[in-house]
């Protein structure tokens, strides 16, 4: 999963496949969007890029992992947070977690996801943006520990659970219209939870020197 | 939406239509589990019921409406937590909710809500069963005032997000199979999570007298 995305990176000698590869990726989020997982065919995606089938064929060898794997692509934008700072770490995360479940693209992963569960298939999306999250969440708490702030071994796979559930029980309260909520808005939910569970991230549930303002 | 429920409920005198009513819902819920959402129509489910289409128009006006219904009829299990105690209450509460989505048909109403986000359609059931869901809260939290615990009115709503949202994520990593978390890990799960997270509930962060042990 996801080695043609690799590869195609690793061939910078050939823009014209990799042309196709990103027009490829780009027709099946179009594609997914418009039609969800149940009407999504690699013929419709081929179509739309406006490759032929056995090209999409040579990438991918069926509709789930091209589905997963375009969706994929499109969900970088977590990673790499480093404000020096664990509060503004945190808060800059889950701002960051909850504008990507804004955007329909990063929603469909939730839904694939919650498909997956229930019709018992592996959720292969769900536990690789899962994971992406989670060691986002995991980067940040190390650096945090290196710069000598106590984290609570015990609490923090937990604080973070909370802290992502949170925000994901407000995208289906709010929906993923644009104009639904604001950068303003997501700022302030996002400070507000951050700092309620911040506490029970330090170890003896003091708030770190840089953060206590 | 839920008058057809209601309103068979008030006519004891008319078993028959009761349970042509009950056969209906039951029918809607194997049928929904079965096809899912998209292949869901009132002509399958009036099959699969025995009864004519007609009988199912009489009580829904459209497929959307019943297949909320059937899902929330069978959604009951969710209120009336009240152990006397403001910890006991909220691990009930939170164990409740997880068997709840465990539960292949409660977990349809987190499906349905997700796609009806995804869809931009107005999501009837995510609305219905996240409030009550909330008002179960909502009770135990009033009960615990009135015993005189210091309730925090600032944090309340988030906790219970917070609460709700790991909640949600776990399932979604466990998945539904029925053997993949047993009563014992239930209970411990969220034990843990509402000792974690109780302080935050409480004025000035002091544990209760009665959940200090």
């Known amino acids: 999963m996801g080695d043609g995305v690799t590869a195609a990176r690793r061939s910078p000698g050939r823009p014209r ?9 780009d027709a099946a989020i179009d ?23 056995s090209t999409v064929y040579l990438r991918w060898p069926d509709r789930d992992t091209l589905l997963v794997d375009s969706v994929l692509a499109r969900s970088r934008a977590i990673e790499d947070v480093d404000t020096g700072a ?13 504008r990507f479940l804004l955007d329909p693209v990063g929603f469909a992963t939730l839904r694939l996801t919650v498909e997956a569960v229930a019709s018992r298939a592996a959720p292969q999306v769900a536990t690789d943006v899962a ?9 940040v ?27 994901t029980l ?3 309260a709010l929906g993923i219209e644009a104009d639904t ?5 997501i700022a302030a939910a996002c400070t507000e939870l951050v700092d309620m569970l ?5 170890e003896h549930g003091q708030p770190p020197q840089d953060s206590a303002r």
């Open 31 to 53: 594609e997914y969007l418009e039609r969800g997982a149940t009407g999504f065919t690699i013929d419709g995606v081929a179509r739309r890029a406006g490759v032929g089938k």
């Open 86 to 98: 664990l509060r503004d770490d945190l808060i800059a995360l889950s701002a960051n977690m909850l």
């Open 181 to 185: 909520i604001g950068d303003v808005e």
């Open 170 to 172: 407000k995208v289906l």
């Open 141 to 167: 708490l190390t650096r945090a520990a290196d710069r000598g702030e106590l984290i609570n071994p015990v609490t923090q796979a937990r604080v973070i659970e909370c802290l992502y559930g949170a925000i």
């Open 198 to 202: 911040l506490p029970l991230l330090l």
């Open 131 to 139: 994971d992406r999250h989670r060691r986002a969440a995991g980067l």
């Open 17 to 25: 496949k990799a042309d196709a590869e990103q027009r490829i990726l």
